[in-house]
């Protein structure tokens, strides 16, 4: 008689972590799919409903502009651009909408404010590719003005496009030093404080044991490390220097992928009211212009009079005679000095707040100086995205705070769904997210959160 024998090896901890991952990574995705699923038909009767509404004939008609132009824009997966498409369309302009092909799914394809759409190559891996497909689209479709909406990664690479579209229309963005220098969080700084604005105590790390070195005890505030590269995961960690003990300060510091190649910024950490920006400007002229409270996953819009920090745009803007878009990140201490914490030299999804302004496309096309910077009108309501706000509330744990979530759902509106162009709220968030979360599905690999206002997957070492 003979036994079969089997040997069972055991996993490394590494490779059961590796099953644990991904496991969850599964049961995640796949619960995030059936809760989409659930309030697809509540969805979809809402947008059929608009729809109708909107074929009735007493409904508004569409605007002829007298000087009618073509306008690309970028970035389709992202509310902003969708914003200005819809602004640039409300002022009786044509739109054409670009993405890269990873994108192609882009759910805002689908509004009526888009003539076109078409994917390009993704430029951080095809540059040339890039520019070419850009200026193929520009030829093509006749394009006047090209407005990016750039993605962190994206916005050097048009700016390097630039001299080849402006061949054949005008680029609204930045030249590549500037927006190099813009998007260097430490270059920025060293900028302002050279034009005398107020900006932290900042210090360049190309290496961990800058950080360990440091002598803290002359300092009066903590510091904050932040990649100089746009890292849409580690910008949430706002781990005060120094820790405790040296150990867990060198522990912390060695635990992040600094190097020459990856610098990093340590920044004077000021106490005080965080807020952010957006602001669009033509030779220095500040033509667009609003703020809002922050936070670090920014997804509530409200604007706020703050005449200290448009002075200070207004100042840098006009020392730099920009054109272009731009937003600034704020710290507003307690005594009432405002600090300029960061710079993206591209558009801010505070845009959205410009929801029912008529001017905003004569603030990027007109030529001719406005009397003030627009402003969101009195009657705009604050931003918000109810996907995000429905997920909050799983948080609640107090009546104050049901009573506080309630309020925004009330006092605002969402920064996607319009009566008048409802489609792509539909199709964001049963055909865009649905979509990438299954492309995630199959390969496993996880995600930290959905980010619906930019429309992607937040994953680690995504785009």
Known sequence: ???????SLPQSPKSSTGVRLKVVALLKTLGTLTLLLIALPFNALIVLISLLWGILPFTKKAVVAADPQTILVSGAKMTKALQLARSFHAAGHRVILIEGHKYWLSGHRFSKAVSRFYT???????????IQALVEIVKKEKVDVYVPVCSPVASYYDSLAKPALSQYCEVFHFDADITKMLDDKFAFTDRARSLGLSVPKSFKIIDPQQVINFDFSQETRKYILKSIDYDSVRRLNLTKLPCDTPEETAAF???LPISPEKPWIMQEFIPGKELCTHSTVRDGELRLHCCSDSSAFQINYENVENPQIREWVQ???KSLALTGQVSFDFIQAQDGTVYAIE???RTHSAITMFYNHPGVADAYLGKTPLAAPLEPLVSSKPTYFTYHEIWRLTGIRSWKQLQRSFNTLVRGTDAIYRFDDPVPFLTLH???IPLLLLKNLQQLKGWVKIDFNIGKLVELGGD
Do not use: K, R
């Open 343 to 345: 710079c993206n030299p």
């Open 1 to 7: 008689m003979t036994q079969s024998i089997s040997l």
């Open 430 to 432: 049963h055909w865009q």
């Open 315 to 317: 100042h840098f803007v």
């Open 253 to 255: 510091v060695n635990s």
């Open 120 to 130: 390009v190559p993704a430029p951080e891996s095809d540059p040339d590719g890039y």
